[in-house]
C-alpha cells in the first residue's frame, strides 16, 4: 500500500511538471529568399573615416523585454516583405549662375509641369518672378505669365513646406504644351537646383530592387526601367551612384538589359557607423517615341548589415506557465549588443486552416558567444487556433547597428508540447 502511495505521488508530480517539459527542435532549411549569415564578423562601433567626427551619444537599453499580442486570424501577413519601390515622374538638375544666365534646357514631355527652382549651395540668390523667364516653343514669358500657380519661399512655408530662402515654384500653365522649355535667370548668382515634377505625364521610370536589405559580402541586384503608362518603354541611358547612412557616395556601373532596361549591381564593402538607409539615385534618359528625350530620377532605399550574430539553428519549444507558448531560439554573437528576435506564429484554426495567431518579440542585451532569445506567446492569443504551429516571418536584429542580420519566412513547424 505504502509502494502504491509513493507511485500515485510520483505520477501527480510528474503531471504538475508536465507544462515545464519542452522539447528541442532544429529550424527548418532557409529558402529561397531567406536571408542568413554565411559567416560571423564582428561589428566595429566607429568606422575609420568617422573616427574624427564626434559621434552622438546613443543609449542603449540593457534590460530584458519580451512583448507579444494578438493577430486577425484573417490578417493579410508578408512573410517576405516586398523591396521599396516607386515610380518617379521627376528630375533634379544642378546649375551655375552662369548657366542659369545663359539658359538650361529642360525636356517636358506633358502639359503642367512644376518648375522649382532652388539655391544649391546657400550662394544662390533671391530671382524674382519677373526676372526668370521661360522659352518654350515660339513663346517667351516670365515667371508670372507662364504659370498658372506661383509661390515664392514664404507662401510655400506658410503652407507647412520647409524650404530655403530663394526657392520659387511655378506650375506652367497647360495650354502651353511640352516639348523643350528653356528657363533662364539672367540676375541668377551662385548656385541653383531645378527640380522638375510632370504629375500629368504618361512616362514614368521605376527602381526596384530584388530584396530591401542585404549583409556585408551579399549582392543586391536593382533594375531601371521606363514605362508608359502600362507599357515598358526603352531607356537610353542610366548612371547614378549610391549613399550610405555617413553621407559618403559611390558612383554604380549601370549595364543596358536586352528589354530595354538597365541594371547595376550592389555590394557594400562595410557598413559605417553611422545607423540608417542606404539610398541608391538613379538618373535615366529615354524618349517619347517621336524623337523627344524623357528625363526622370528616381531612388529606391535598403538596409545593410554587418552579420555580426545569427541563428544557430536550434529551438526549443515549452509549455509556458500561463498556459501559452514559449519558443526559445539559440543565438550565436560575434559582436557585445541588444539582439532582438521577433516571429509571427500561425495555428490551424477550427476548420483546417493555417491562420495568424500572434506576434512576439523578444531582446536582450547578449555579449559575444552563445545565448538564446524566448519568444512568448500568452495562451489568450492561441484562443481559437491549435497545432500543427509554425513560426513564421522570424527575424533577427542588432538594435543600436539598427541592423536585420536573418530573416526566414517559415522557420519552425510544431506540433503542442
Same mark, same amino acid.
Not at 500515485?8 to 532544429?26: D, K, Q, Y
Not at 540593457?62 to 518617379?88: C, E, G, I, M, T
Not at 541588444?338 to 531582446?363: E, F, I, K, N, T
Given at each position: 500500500?505504502?509502494?502504491?502511495?509513493?507511485?500515485?505521488?510520483?505520477?501527480?508530480?510528474?503531471?504538475? @511538471?508536465?507544462?515545464?517539459?519542452?522539447?528541442?527542435?532544429?529550424?527548418?532549411?532557409?529558402?529561397?529568399?531567406?536571408?542568413?549569415?554565411? $559567416?560571423?564578423?564582428?561589428?566595429?562601433?566607429?568606422?575609420?573615416?568617422?573616427?574624427?567626427?564626434?559621434?552622438?551619444?546613443?543609449?542603449?537599453?540593457?534590460?530584458?523585454?519580451?512583448?507579444?499580442?494578438? #493577430?486577425?486570424?484573417?490578417?493579410?501577413?508578408?512573410?517576405?516583405?516586398?523591396?521599396? @519601390?516607386?515610380?518617379?515622374?521627376?528630375?533634379?538638375?544642378?546649375?551655375?549662375?552662369?548657366?542659369?544666365?545663359?539658359?538650361?534646357?529642360?525636356?517636358?514631355?506633358?502639359?503642367?509641369?512644376?518648375?522649382?527652382?532652388?539655391?544649391?549651395?546657400?550662394?544662390?540668390?533671391?530671382?524674382?518672378?519677373?526676372?526668370?523667364?521661360?522659352?518654350?516653343?515660339?513663346?517667351?514669358?516670365?515667371?508670372?505669365?507662364?504659370?498658372?500657380?506661383?509661390?515664392?519661399?514664404?507662401?510655400?512655408?506658410?503652407?507647412?513646406?520647409?524650404?530655403?530662402?530663394?526657392?520659387?515654384?511655378?506650375?506652367?500653365?497647360?495650354?502651353?504644351?511640352?516639348?523643350?522649355?528653356?528657363?533662364?535667370?539672367?540676375?541668377?548668382?551662385?548656385?541653383?537646383?531645378?527640380?522638375?515634377?510632370?504629375?500629368?505625364?504618361?512616362?514614368?521610370?521605376?527602381?526596384?530592387?530584388?530584396?530591401?536589405?542585404? #549583409?556585408?559580402?551579399?549582392?543586391?541586384?536593382?533594375?531601371?526601367?521606363?514605362?508608359?503608362?502600362?507599357?515598358?518603354?526603352?531607356?537610353?541611358?542610366?548612371?547614378?551612384?549610391?549613399?550610405?547612412?555617413?553621407?559618403? $557616395?559611390?558612383?554604380?556601373?549601370?549595364?543596358?538589359?536586352?528589354?530595354?532596361?538597365?541594371?547595376?549591381?550592389?555590394?557594400?564593402?562595410?557598413?559605417? *557607423?553611422?545607423?540608417?538607409?542606404?539610398?541608391?539615385?538613379?538618373?535615366?534618359?529615354?524618349?517619347?517615341?517621336?524623337?523627344?528625350?524623357?528625363?526622370?530620377?528616381?531612388?529606391?532605399?535598403?538596409? *545593410?548589415?554587418?552579420?555580426?550574430?545569427?541563428?544557430?539553428? @536550434?529551438?526549443?519549444?515549452?509549455?509556458?506557465?500561463?498556459?501559452?507558448?514559449?519558443?526559445?531560439?539559440?543565438?550565436?554573437?560575434?559582436?557585445?549588443?541588444?539582439?532582438?528576435?521577433?516571429?509571427?506564429?500561425?495555428?490551424?484554426?477550427?476548420?483546417?486552416?493555417?491562420?495568424? *495567431?500572434? !506576434?512576439?518579440?523578444?531582446?536582450?542585451? #547578449?555579449?559575444?558567444?552563445?545565448?538564446?532569445?524566448?519568444?512568448?506567446?500568452?495562451?489568450?492569443?492561441?484562443?481559437?487556433?491549435?497545432?500543427? !504551429?509554425?513560426?513564421?516571418?522570424?527575424?533577427?536584429?542588432?538594435?543600436?547597428?539598427?541592423?536585420?542580420?536573418?530573416?526566414?519566412?517559415? @522557420?519552425?513547424?510544431?506540433?503542442?508540447?
Amino acid at each position: 500500500m505504502q509502494t502504491r502511495n509513493k507511485l500515485v505521488l510520483a505520477l501527480c508530480a510528474l503531471g504538475a @511538471a508536465l507544462p515545464a517539459l519542452s522539447a528541442t527542435r532544429a529550424l527548418l532549411p532557409p529558402q529561397d529568399g531567406d536571408m542568413v549569415p554565411a $559567416t560571423l564578423l564582428p561589428r566595429t562601433t566607429v568606422a575609420p573615416a568617422a573616427q574624427a567626427v564626434a559621434q552622438p551619444r546613443v543609449h542603449v537599453e540593457r534590460q530584458p523585454v519580451s512583448v507579444s499580442w494578438p #493577430l486577425p486570424r484573417d490578417a493579410a501577413l508578408q512573410a517576405r516583405p516586398q523591396p521599396f @519601390a516607386r515610380s518617379s515622374r521627376e528630375y533634379w538638375t544642378d546649375v551655375s549662375a552662369t548657366e542659369l544666365q545663359r539658359g538650361v534646357e529642360l525636356p517636358l514631355s506633358a502639359p503642367g509641369a512644376v518648375i522649382r527652382l532652388s539655391p544649391g549651395d546657400g550662394t544662390g540668390g533671391r530671382l524674382q518672378p519677373s526676372a526668370v523667364r521661360l522659352r518654350l516653343g515660339s513663346r517667351t514669358l516670365g515667371a508670372d505669365q507662364a504659370a498658372s500657380q506661383l509661390a515664392d519661399a514664404a507662401s510655400l512655408r506658410a503652407a507647412g513646406m520647409a524650404v530655403p530662402d530663394a526657392t520659387l515654384v511655378m506650375k506652367l500653365r497647360p495650354e502651353l504644351g511640352s516639348g523643350t522649355a528653356t528657363l533662364q535667370a539672367p540676375t541668377a548668382s551662385g548656385r541653383y537646383v531645378v527640380h522638375v515634377f510632370e504629375p500629368q505625364s504618361a512616362f514614368s521610370v521605376t527602381a526596384r530592387a530584388d530584396r530591401d536589405d542585404l #549583409l556585408v559580402g551579399q549582392r543586391l541586384h536593382l533594375r531601371v526601367g521606363m514605362q508608359e503608362g502600362e507599357r515598358d518603354r526603352p531607356l537610353q541611358a542610366a548612371g547614378g551612384f549610391l549613399r550610405a547612412p555617413d553621407g559618403s $557616395t559611390t558612383l554604380l556601373d549601370y549595364r543596358r538589359q536586352p528589354d530595354g532596361s538597365f541594371a547595376a549591381e550592389i555590394a557594400p564593402a562595410a557598413v559605417p *557607423a553611422t545607423p540608417g538607409l542606404w539610398e541608391v539615385h538613379s538618373f535615366t534618359v529615354g524618349d517619347d517615341g517621336q524623337g523627344h528625350a524623357v528625363r526622370r530620377d528616381t531612388t529606391t532605399v535598403f538596409t *545593410a548589415a554587418t552579420p555580426d550574430a545569427r541563428l544557430d539553428g @536550434a529551438a526549443e519549444v515549452r509549455r509556458a506557465a500561463d498556459r501559452g507558448l514559449d519558443v526559445r531560439l539559440g543565438v550565436a554573437a560575434a559582436s557585445a549588443s541588444r539582439y532582438a528576435a521577433s516571429a509571427v506564429l500561425y495555428g490551424r484554426d477550427a476548420h483546417g486552416r493555417m491562420v495568424p *495567431a500572434a !506576434y512576439a518579440q523578444s531582446a536582450a542585451w #547578449l555579449e559575444p558567444g552563445n545565448a538564446a532569445l524566448v519568444l512568448h506567446y500568452d495562451a489568450a492569443s492561441l484562443r481559437g487556433v491549435g497545432a500543427p !504551429y509554425e513560426l513564421r516571418d522570424l527575424r533577427l536584429q542588432d538594435q543600436p547597428a539598427m541592423g536585420l542580420v536573418e530573416r526566414r519566412a517559415l @522557420a519552425l513547424r510544431f506540433d503542442a508540447p
